[in-house]
C-alpha cells in the first residue's frame, strides 16, 4: 500500500513540475514577444488537405511582422496581408478583402497567426478555447495548443516551435478539424 501511495504521489509531482516549467515557458515567450519588433524572413508553406488524395500545395515567400501587420508575399506573386482589422488576399487575378469585424471566420484566422507572432499564448487558448501546454525540445520551446471540444471549423490542435535563444517563432502548424493542415517555417 505504502508502495502504490509513492508512486501515485511521484506522479503527481511530476505533473505539478511539469505544469509549471509549461507556465514558466510560456510566460517566457510571452514576455519576450511583448515588445514591439519588426520581423522580415523567408518562409515555405505546406498545405495538406483534408481529402489525402489530393496533392499538398507548397509555396513560399518573405513575410513581414510587426504589430497589427502581417504581410505574407509568395513567390508567385500571391498576397496574404493582415492589416488593423482587414484582411486581404491576392491569389491569382482575384483579390479579396475582409473586414475582420464582421467575418468570424477570418478573423480567428487573423488572431491564430497575429497571436502566435506576438507571444499571445494564454490569449489564444482562451480564443481557440484550447488547453496548452509548452516544454523544451533541444533549441526550442514546443507550445501545443489542443481544443477542448470539436467544432465545426477552427483547429484541432495548433503546435508552435519558438527558438529558446530569443522566443522568435520558428514554426507554426495549424490543424483543422475537417483533417486539412497548414505549416509554416522560417526559411534560415
Not at 505533473?15 to 515588445?35: C, G, R, V
Not at 520581423?39 to 499538398?56: G, I, Y
Amino acid at each position: 500500500m505504502k508502495k502504490i501511495i509513492a508512486i501515485i504521489a511521484a506522479a503527481l509531482c511530476a505533473l505539478t513540475m511539469n505544469a509549471q516549467d509549461s507556465a514558466q515557458i510560456i510566460s517566457k515567450i510571452e514576455k519576450a514577444n511583448s515588445s514591439s519588433r519588426t520581423v522580415r524572413e523567408n518562409f515555405s508553406e505546406v498545405m495538406t488537405p483534408a481529402d489525402k488524395s489530393l496533392k499538398q500545395k507548397k509555396r513560399e515567400g518573405v513575410f513581414e511582422y510587426k504589430p497589427d501587420y502581417f504581410r505574407m508575399d509568395y513567390t508567385n506573386n500571391d498576397l496574404f496581408l493582415i492589416e488593423n482589422n482587414v484582411m486581404t488576399l491576392k491569389n491569382g487575378a482575384a483579390t479579396q478583402k475582409f473586414d475582420l469585424t464582421k467575418n468570424l471566420m477570418m478573423k480567428g484566422l487573423s488572431n491564430t497567426l497575429m497571436y502566435a507572432f506576438q507571444g499571445q499564448l494564454t490569449k489564444l487558448a482562451v480564443e481557440q478555447n484550447a488547453d496548452i501546454t509548452a516544454s523544451r525540445d533541444g533549441n526550442f520551446y514546443l507550445v501545443t495548443l489542443k481544443a477542448k471540444k470539436k467544432a465545426p471549423r477552427g483547429y484541432s490542435q495548433i503546435v508552435v516551435y519558438y527558438r529558446v535563444s530569443d522566443c522568435m517563432i520558428n514554426s507554426m502548424r495549424m490543424d483543422e478539424f475537417t483533417g486539412a493542415s497548414t505549416y509554416y517555417s522560417i526559411a534560415k
